[in-house]
């Protein structure tokens, strides 16, 4: 990726920083030229598609210093969110270089990096675009270059060492390899110093599961750690040198530490350890192809491992400590009589999920309700018995069912329904659901090796209901994930994270998940405006009324206002974080729905809220 610094060196370009003490390390992605009276005119909610962009503002000897002024100081309260830095294309006379110097004085309070080009601003744009396309060429080639690389290092018989000196030159750092215990196994050159000392907390955070990866400055340089294998780490890499990591080379380190924990299990790892490994793995796929309606395929495969699949199902979701987690899978095993299918969460390292035949779960309930009441740290949450079909709908339930477990005395909690949306609107949104979705499902990819449609509808489910957590479900990186949402935005034409956009996606999918509706395409607005739909908004709220409306429905207005970002709902509120935190907290309580994680009911009362608020009678409620 470009960065700053490469372009000033360019001389082709005629860059020069006005702000050197403003510069950062951000890298640049694409150029854009936006008039300073058009930025002006950008709803906030379009910001985010500046990220990583440097933005050409045009200056021409009549331009009033007013607008630009103002259009520097809006782009320098971006920073922050990813915003590289502006261009000021300008060909101005010398008795307006106090413009000039104004702007530059404006960027340094913002700590926004301004540059300047006095050419004319398309041409200053073609210019660096061709600079980011070379260089996003020259990037993916080394990259393909590098991991050809690591592929033959790794392929040698001393392969695991020759691996990581491979990656210590590469990165010109130091490459330190951790077991399980925090113990060094490798380090090259040499082990750095008191690094492990200073970087203690964020390997005990990867090591744990309670992070998928961590970085942190330390007083000698900055460290990157990275997870070796996948269920319950068994062990970590450490990278750590002088100067900040680019995101080429945090990509490197991924792909790398992936390919030592492959390397890992083949050759280093102990033979119990992978086949434990492999049958997590296996039980993980088989919940992965439940969630995602392959029944099949599902069965064919616990067959094999055991106990088969029954067709009716209650799925319990059972929280405790990490450590612990080994424990409480052997109480599932014995409480179910070894009938039940039992999974470690792959998304939350603290959950472990149970799918239990229907006719055996009475003393598997009760067994767990005494577990949760004997330890502490220990939550379940209990589905309704369900179809084997509908097993991501129990997942759930039982999700918002443990949402209640958590504030309640004995720390267990059953699902209590209200009602399903997407199947009292199915009959007639059945062709709004398809219509919706015609962007996504209508993809073909050009390049064979592209996601196609399926995929990315995967993946738009996954995020929905997991959010970041996306990554861990689907096995793959976070870097793909992020890669594949921006790939869904460019197709719907819509920023994700926009509550409303998640929203319909949301419906959509599950209608779509049933029986054909038949009909032609109605407004959504249609399809909410029956009298059904207002019961189950009526049903869905009606818990708030019960309590305090006004405490309780203004702060779930405002939170699904704000795109459910607590920082921002907390200053809508005028309180704190966490005052904002223990009013949704309380929310989840009463409702008996998960909002803060995901699978959440947010979506469900966004579209409440939206019918009880067209209400006449409810106009100013809340």
Known sequence: ?????????????????????????????????????????????????????????????????????AAVRRLGRLGGEGVTGAVVACGLPEERESTLQALTASACREQLPLLLARDEPSRVGARIMKVVRDERARAAARAVDDYREMHREAARPDGLPRLLRWLARRVAGSVVLLDGAGAVLHAFPGLPGDVLEQAAGEVDRVLTGRAGSAAADLASGVVHVEPIGTVGSAGVLVVTRHKRFSPDTRSLIGDASRLLGLHWIAEGGARGRRAELAEAQTREAVLHLLMTGHLDAARRVAV????????????????????????????????????????????????????????????????????????????????????????????????????????????????????????????????????????????????????????????????????????????????????????????????????????????????????????????????????????WADTQVSPLLQQDPELYVKTLRVWLANDARIEATAAALGISVPGTRKRLTRVEETLGRSLLSGPSARYDLWFALRVHGARPEYATGG
């Open 304 to 535: 094999v491992l055991g106990p088969s699949l029954a067709e009716e199902v209650r799925v319990y979701i059972v929280e405790c400590p990490t450590e612990a987690r080994d424990e409480a899978v052997s109480h599932c095993e014995r409480a179910s009589g070894w009938r039940a299918w039992i999974v470690r969460c792959p998304v939350y390292t603290r959950h472990i999920i149970v799918l239990a035949p229907a006719s055996d779960t009475a003393g598997l309930g009760e067994s767990l309700r005494a577990h949760a009441g004997r330890r502490g740290g220990v939550n379940v949450g209990v589905s309704d018995v369900v179809a084997l079909r509908e097993v991501a709908s129990a997942y759930g339930q039982a999700f918002h069912a443990l949402a209640v477990a958590r504030g309640s005395a004995e720390g267990y909690a059953r699902f209590s329904p209200r009602g399903d949306l997407a199947a009292l609107v199915r009959p007639r949104g059945y062709a709004w659901a398809r219509a919706t979705l015609e962007p996504l499902s209508g993809y073909r990819p050009k390049r064979a090796q592209d996601p196609d449609a399926a995929e990315l509808t995967v993946t738009l489910q996954s995020w929905l209901d997991f959010f970041g957590g996306a990554a861990r479900q689907l096995k793959i990186h976070r870097n793909t994930l992020a890669a594949r949402l921006r790939h869904i935005e460019r197709l719907f034409g819509r920023p994700l994270q926009d509550l409303e956009t998640q929203s319909r996606l949301h419906l959509a999918l599950r209608v779509l998940d049933g029986p054909d509706g038949g009909g032609d395409p109605v407004a959504l607005d249609v399809l909410l405006d029956d009298p059904e739909v207002r019961r």
């Open 1 to 69: 990726m470009s960065t700053l610094d490469a372009l000033l060196k360019r001389p082709e370009l005629g860059l020069r920083l006005l702000t050197p003490e403003a510069a950062h390390p951000a890298g640049v992605e694409s150029a854009l030229v936006i008039g300073a009276a058009d930025l002006a005119g950008w709803p906030a909610s379009d910001l985010d598609a500046l990220q990583r962009v440097l933005v050409i503002l045009p200056l021409s000897p009549r331009t009033p210093p007013g607008p630009i002024l």
